[in-house]
């Protein structure tokens, strides 16, 4: 047992003093670690010490640290504050060792390490994430056929209502979520959405041709509702560039004289 705690302690004592081998931990804190472990036996334990069962599942790369991550979930969301605003994007937590499910991605901030699906609000309070692992992310099976995007967006918001069932949301998301069919599904679901979104997932929208809006002054917009969708779009002309934006009203309909009065900033400053 004395060796077991001894084990313990020289595992706790490298999450503060950071070596690039394990094995210079004997030279760099000799004195303490000598003392109370030998390196090979401390080796050996190493070799034969396990707390999860292995008999897991295979198709996950976390399944070692799943009720880990399980928990914090849980915890997260036990404990968070109503908060009508939320949204759902990808983040990275740093990385450089080696791991299977370990993501380059060029031009983040943080370009190696893990990344996380991630649902926040609007003041960054996480209320869920999951770590992505590729094709076995871990996700609901019937949201599948919405896409990969779509269903991360979909499986927040159910983790949502799971809490708090009496309550209305506003999620918010980029164009790798946003499609048509994913409005429609939050709309079944009583969320309100706003995204960003590609152009080729806009089907039947009279909006202005981007070559012709990039003409006009910064700021002119155009706004149009999708046929048969309760769906509104809203283009408009930035510095270089157009961007687009669906919006489902919680109104669940399109008011005219709303065209007459939405501005970029009022879009942006609504989360």
């Known amino acids: 047992m004395s060796e077991i705690k001894a084990f313990l302690g020289v595992l706790i004592l490298s999450g503060y ?45 976390f399944a070692k640290v799943r009720p880990m991550l399980g928990y914090l979930n849980e915890k997260f969301r036990d ?22 499910c370990k993501q380059y991605i060029h031009g983040k901030a943080i370009r190696y390490g893990y990344k996380l699906w991630m649902g926040a609000t609007k003041l960054g309070y996480i209320n869920w994430f999951e770590p992505y692992q590729g094709f076995s992310t871990i996700t609901n099976p019937s949201f599948s056929e919405f896409g990969v ?37 939050l709309d079944e679901k009583g969320y309100s959405a706003t995204g960003t979104v590609r152009k080729n997932r806009l089907p039947g929208n009279n909006l202005l041709d981007s070559k012709a809006l990039k003409k006009e002054k910064r700021g002119t917009f155009d706004v149009s509702k999708i046929v048969d969708q309760n769906v509104s779009v809203l ?27 939405v501005s970029t900033s009022s879009v942006f400053n609504s989360y």
């Open 79 to 100: 404990k968070a504050l109503y908060e009508k605003n939320h949204s759902v994007d990808e983040t990275m937590v740093p990385y450089f060792g080696r791991h299977g």
């Open 17 to 61: 003093v950071g070596v690039s081998r394990r094995r210079l931990h004997c030279e760099t804190e000799r004195d303490m670690v000598i003392e109370a472990i030998s390196r090979d036996k401390f080796e050996y334990i190493l070799s034969n010490f396990h707390l999860a069962d292995n008999n897991l599942n295979q198709f996950d790369k």
């Open 235 to 261: 283009k408009w002309n930035d510095n270089k560039q157009s961007s687009e934006l669906p919006i489902r009203r919680e109104d669940g309909g399109y008011a005219e004289e709303v065209k007459t009065r």
């Open 149 to 185: 995007g779509a269903v991360v967006v979909l499986e927040y918001a159910s983790k949502l209502q799971e809490k708090r069932t009496d309550k209305k949301f506003h999620l918010f998301f980029e164009n790798l979520f946003t499609s048509i069919s994913l409005t429609e599904k």
